[in-house]
C-alpha cells in the first residue's frame, strides 16, 4: 500500500507571519492518514520545522545545491536543508527549469545531493502546452524520468510529480483520463528501472484546490498532490489533506 502524500510548494511566499498556517493545519488535521507536507521558502524551513515539532506536517525545501558545501553565493544544499529540519526536498520544478535552465541532468545531481542528506526528493516532470498540443507529451516525460530521476532512487527515497506546465496556476486542469494516462505511463516507466517502482508515489500537480482534489484523487496511479496556491491557506490545503484521507 502506498502511503498518499498531501504536499503544499509555497514557492517565493511566506514570511514569518505565515508561520501560523502551519499551527492552524496541524490543528485541523492532528492525526491524518496521510503524509502531510509543506515547503516554505527556505528561509522559513527551520522555524517552520521547529514550530511543526513532531506533529503530523513535514517539513522540505523547493530547491537545493547538488554540492554539500562551496562557493556558490545565493545556493542552500540539501545538507543545509535537512539539518534546518526538512525531509523533502522538490527537485527540478518546471519554475526552477524555466527560470534557471535547469537540465535532466542537473536535477538528477540534486536528487541524488537530496538522497545523500537523508531527504526524500521529490522530482517534478511535465509538458508544456506546445508539447502537448503537438501529440510530445509521453516522450517529454519519458526523457524527463529517464533523464531526472538517478539510479539509487527508491520508494523510500523518491516521490514523483506530474505537474504538466500549462496547468500550474493557471486554474486550467488536465481532463482525469490524460492524468490517468500520464501516471500509468509513469508507472510502467518506472517498473522498468525500478524494483519496487509499484510502491513509489506518484503526485499529481497543477492548479488543485478542494474543489477538484477528490476526483483527481479517484484517478489512477494518483498518490496525492503537488499543490502551490491552495497550499498557502491552512483552510484550502486542509481540505485537500482531508480529500486525500477520505479517496
Ligand atoms: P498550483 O502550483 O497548484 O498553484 O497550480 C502547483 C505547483 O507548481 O506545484
Redesign the pocket.
Known amino acids: 500500500m502506498r502511503r498518499k502524500l498531501a504536499a503544499g510548494?509555497w514557492?517565493m511566499n511566506g514570511t514569518t507571519a505565515n508561520l501560523a498556517e502551519i499551527e492552524a493545519l496541524a490543528a485541523a488535521h492532528p492525526a491524518p492518514r496521510c503524509d502531510v507536507l509543506i515547503c516554505p521558502p527556505a528561509t522559513l524551513v527551520a522555524q517552520m520545522a521547529w514550530k511543526a515539532g513532531k506533529g503530523p506536517v513535514a517539513v522540505g525545501g523547493q530547491d537545493c545545491h547538488p554540492e554539500v558545501s562551496g562557493a556558490h553565493t545565493g545556493d542552500v544544499s540539501a545538507a543545509m536543508l535537512a539539518d534546518a529540519g526538512a525531509r523533502y526536498v522538490?527537485v527540478g520544478?518546471?519554475?526552477r527549469r524555466a527560470d534557471h535552465g535547469e537540465t535532466d541532468a542537473l536535477v538528477r545531481a540534486k536528487a541524488e545531493a537530496a538522497h545523500a542528506a537523508g531527504l526524500v526528493a521529490i522530482v517534478?516532470v511535465g509538458e508544456t502546452e506546445t508539447q502537448r498540443d503537438a501529440g510530445e507529451t509521453l516522450d517529454v516525460i519519458g526523457a524527463q524520468l529517464e533523464g531526472s530521476v538517478p539510479a539509487g532512487a527508491t520508494s523510500a527515497n523518491t516521490v514523483i510529480?506530474y505537474?504538466p506546465v500549462w496547468?500550474?496556476?493557471?486554474?486550467r486542469t488536465p481532463t482525469l483520463d490524460q492524468i490517468a494516462e500520464v501516471h500509468d505511463f509513469l508507472r510502467a516507466g518506472l517498473a522498468k528501472r525500478f524494483a519496487d517502482a509499484g510502491d513509489m508515489r506518484l503526485l499529481y500537480?497543477?492548479?488543485?484546490?478542494p474543489s477538484n482534489a477528490s476526483e483527481i484523487f479517484a484517478t489512477s496511479n494518483v498518490d496525492g498532490a503537488?499543490?502551490?496556491?491552495?497550499?498557502l491557506k491552512a483552510a484550502d490545503f486542509g481540505a485537500i489533506v482531508a480529500a486525500l484521507d477520505a479517496s
Open positions: 510548494n514557492k522538490i520544478h518546471s519554475e517534478c510529480a505537474e496547468a500550474i496556476g493557471t486554474g500537480g497543477g492548479s488543485v484546490k503537488l499543490v502551490g496556491g491552495a497550499s
